[in-house]
T-cell receptor, first 115, second 111 residues
Framework: DTGVSQNPRHKITKRGQNVTFRCDPI?????LYWYRQTLGQGPEFLTYFQNEAQLEKSRLLSDRFSAERPKGSFSTLEIQRTEQGDSAMYLCASSLGAAATDTQYFGPGTRLTVL | LAKTTQPISMDSYEGQEVNITCSHNNIATNDYITWYQQFPSQGPRFIIQGYKTKVTNEVASLFIPADRKSSTLSLPRVSLSDTAVYYCLVGDNRGTYKYIFGTGTRLKVLA
């Protein structure tokens, strides 16, 4: 399978703990995006990378959130001091580049539950 | 970024053709129209993308009128497995573009 993969698929944690999610994009895709989705809503953009450079961050991405993409391959999203409001599905997507028709391909998501 | 408006929900029966219309009155010259499908607990799946007129692939057709202020996703002969949320997105993937999802259209296919 050469699609976008995300690990873990599910994460249950206690409030105040730190969690880290991993995303492996489609090989040779230069762009990588993180979204968050809560129940009944569409995905909301968090941040994106062009290769290893983080080019944009949403205001939704508080200072407790940090994302990295070392070497321009896989990416990690870390949430520090989790809060119950962080419970959501975290989606990763990748696209080949920045052409108008370079669509984003999404992974299966990581569902986070903060108790 | 152009805002989109879709019906919140639709019901259909197996074997019927389903048409979901999306309004995007403020679409820009460089914007493309993209549709995604999402099943519960899964990431959105790309269905089809177009700029103008008609686009067809193995799963759907996309109709875009000349003024491009709306678009219609057509699903031929739906089955129960087409029950999902469908999102219409408008934008240009160049530059700092990122997808702005609305709440989508919840399609329920009945037996």
């Amino acid at each position: 399978d050469t699609g976008v993969s995300q690990n873990p698929r599910h994460k249950i944690t206690k409030r105040g703990q730190n969690v880290t999610f991993r995303c492996d994009p489609i090989s040779e895709h230069n762009r990588l995006y993180w979204y968050r989705q809560t129940l009944g809503q569409g995905p909301e953009f968090l941040t994106y990378f062009q290769n290893e450079a983080q080019l944009e961050k949403s205001r939704l991405l508080s200072d407790r959130f940090s994302a990295e993409r070392p070497k321009g391959s896989f990416s990690t999203l870390e949430i520090q001091r989790t809060e119950q409001g962080d419970s959501a599905m975290y989606l990763c997507a990748s696209s080949l580049g920045a052409a108008a028709t370079d669509t984003q391909y999404f992974g299966p998501g990581t569902r986070l539950t903060v108790l | 970024l152009a805002k989109t408006t879709q019906p919140i929900s639709m019901d259909s029966y197996e074997g019927q053709e389903v048409n979901i219309t999306c309004s995007h009155n403020n679409i820009a010259t460089n914007d493309y129209i993209t549709w995604y499908q999402q099943f519960p607990s899964q990431g959105p799946r790309f269905i089809i993308q177009g700029y103008k007129t008609k686009v067809t692939n193995e799963v759907a057709s996309l109709f875009i009128p000349a003024d491009r202020k709306s678009s219609t996703l057509s699903l031929p002969r739906v089955s129960l497995s087409d029950t999902a949320v469908y999102y219409c997105l408008v934008g240009d993937n160049r530059g700092t573009y990122k997808y702005i999802f609305g709440t989508g259209t919840r399609l329920k296919v009945l037996a």
